[in-house]
């Protein structure tokens, strides 16, 4: 499986951006797929899920009500839609499928 990211980029706070993660080969035995990030000098941390089958989704309690995840089945596509960014939103964003991680693409949120 391959994992390319796209979307990041500069905004300013209370801003939105849109990040999208292609998956590529056995996309099949994907279960559920998710957004991680890490900012400068932290620890990566979870940001959302969501399940393959049902669609059901999980997100941090930093991000929920702001952040929505989807995917579209048919474009083996993940979506991560950001609305209301703060400043400490700035970090890289990957796109993770069990074992499997993108390359990360950076956000960064000006105050």
């Known amino acids: 499986v391959q994992l390319v990211e796209s979307g990041g980029g500069l905004v300013q706070a209370g801003g939105s951006l849109r990040l999208s993660c292609a998956a590529s080969g056995s996309t099949f035995s994907i279960r559920a797929m998710g957004w991680y990030r890490q900012a400068p000098g932290k620890q990566r941390e979870w940001v959302a899920t969501i399940i393959s089958g049902g669609g059901n989704t999980f997100y941090a309690d930093s991000v929920k009500g702001r952040f929505t995840i989807s995917r579209d089945n048919a474009r083996n596509t993940m979506y991560l839609q950001m609305n209301s960014l703060k400043p400490e939103d700035t970090a890289v964003y990957y796109c993770?499928?069990?074992?499997?991680w993108g390359q990360g693409t950076q956000v960064t949120v000006s105050s």
């Open positions: 993770n499928a069990g074992l499997y």
